[in-house]
Each structure stands twice: as C-alpha cells, then as structure tokens.
C-alpha cells in the first residue's frame, strides 16, 4: 500500500510539528516517518501513519544522518 504525496506534505511531527522523513523497507514499502529534530519515528502500519507520540520509538540508538536512501521528506 502506498502513501499520497499530498497527504504527506501536509504531515508534520506531533511534538515539535518540523517535517517528517518517509522511510521504505526494502521493497519501497513505508515503514515510519522520522523526525530528525525529536529523534523520533512514528510507525507506518496498513499504510496509515500512526502520528501519536506514545506510538513513535526513539532514534536515540540510531546512527545520525538521517534516513535510508528511499527517503522522502515532505515539504512545508
């Protein structure tokens, strides 16, 4: 399943509302948007984002430098 373009332009972070990172899984399916600002990623699930803070996980662990190479961030 595939995530609109207008829709996510329009996503921003819940917490701080800065743009979000769409990231893919190896067969360009969505997996989470990432916010590179909180280091948070809020998961994908049935190709609906789930944009609640008590749902997103830390990218504390995470190496820095944002997301994969399928990446797509929205504009604002």
Do not use: F, N
């Amino acid at each position: 399943m595939t995530l609109d373009h207008r829709l996510l332009s329009l996503l921003v972070c819940p917490v701080c509302k800065g743009p979000l990172e769409l990231v893919r899984d190896a067969e360009a399916r969505p997996l989470e948007l990432q916010c590179p600002a909180d280091r948070l990623a809020y998961p994908v699930r049935d190709g609906i984002p789930v944009m609640l803070e008590s749902e997103a996980r830390s990218l504390a662990d995470a190496p820095a430098g944002g997301a994969a190479a399928g990446s797509w961030t929205s504009a604002s």
